[in-house]
Nanobody, 131 residues
Framework: QVQLVESGGGLVQPGGSLRLSCVAS????????IAWFRQAPGKEREGVAC????????EYADSVKSRFTVSRDNAKNTAYLQMNSLEHEDTAVYYC????????????????????????WGQGTQVTVSQ
């Protein structure tokens, strides 16, 4: 069973950058697509970005396109979310999630946006964008 641990959150000023990491504790990491979700107080958890098992395919929410980049290093069992040009609205708890044997496509990618379609979750890391 793959376990996920996020890190890299913190307090950053608007316009700043952070890189989140998601480390998988067991082998089998390459069997999983990785998604990043976030949840702000009083709001539903929303999909931010996702990446295929091999790392060649990615998808992003419209709100973060051109600012966030998802990547993974399968040799290190680690996925990343590079966040640039951060805005107040990006403040949230960020979670990584894993979908076993994940696929991409018009309907196959729903795990990227819908939390219940993922199999594993990390504990979350807080990102606060503030002066």
């Amino acid at each position: 069973q793959v376990q996920l641990v996020e890190s890299g959150g913190g307090l950053v000023q608007p316009g700043g950058s952070l890189r989140l990491s998601c480390v998988a504790s067991e082998i089998g990491f390459t069997n999983y697509g990785i998604a990043w979700f976030r949840q702000a107080p009083g709001k539903e958890r929303e999909g931010v970005a996702c990446i295929s098992r091999g790392g060649g395919l990615t998808e992003y929410a419209d709100s973060v396109k051109s600012r966030f980049t998802v990547s993974r290093d399968n040799a290190k069992n680690t996925a990343y979310l590079q966040m640039n040009s951060l805005e107040h609205e990006d403040t949230a708890v960020y979670y990584c999630a894993a979908k076993k044997f994940a696929h991409f496509g018009p309907t196959a990618s729903r795990w990227c946006k819908i939390p219940r379609h993922n199999d594993l979750w990390g504990q979350g890391t807080q990102v606060t964008v503030s002066q």
